[in-house]
Every structure is written in C-alpha cells, then in structure tokens.
C-alpha cells in the first residue's frame, strides 16, 4: 500500500509575517500543496525526502542498453555488406571516411545514432 502527501491538506506552520524573511517570505501563511510542502522542506531539511525511482533508471539503462546492441549489429552488418561488396570502390569506403561521408549516408546515420544514444548512456553509468 502506498502513502500519498496529500497536498491539498498540507499547510505551512502559522507564524508571524512580519518576522518572516528570505525566500520563503513569497509563500503565504495559508500555502498549501507544493507550496506549503517546500516552505516546509527549506525550513526543515531533515523532513526532505525523494523517491529515487531506481526500478524505473535500471530499466531505462536495460533500453539503452538493448538498443546500442541493435545499432552496434546494424553498424557490423553494413560494414560487413561494404566489405564483401564486389565494386572495391565501395570496399574501400571502410578505410576512407571522408569518402563514407560523401557516399553513404545510411552509414552515418548509424554512427551518428551511434553517438547520441552512447552519449545519453554515458550520462547515466
């Protein structure tokens, strides 16, 4: 069973105006919700507590995971095309990768989906 703050229920402690200063000075005495639970989270940071949501970061790494292996085949597959490829100006596009550049884009849409994806994935590990 889970336990919910209820929000709407949430009130920040009563005091004095006048005496109050900083940054909780714009929330009113009456704040509720969100409000009402970050006046009372910067009053008392001990009583801050958030969900780490970590079932929910290890299956996104698992994601990422499965889908750099998918463009690291795709990437081996193609490689392995242009290499067996019986025209050696194509072969030799692997050795030339100015001329992959010039020649054949569906190889560098892979890399380039390459880097993102490993980029966002390096983020995270």
Known sequence: MRRWINFDMARTPETNSNTHSGPERDVSNNATGYPAIASIMAKYPDF???????????KSILYYQAELIQVENDIREHETQLALDPNQIVADRLKDWAAM????????????KLRTLLREYSKLS
């Open 101 to 112: 550049l010039e020649e054949d884009d569906e190889y560098i849409r892979l890399v380039s």
């Open 48 to 58: 801050s507590m958030f969900r780490r949501f970590r079932a929910l970061n290890a």
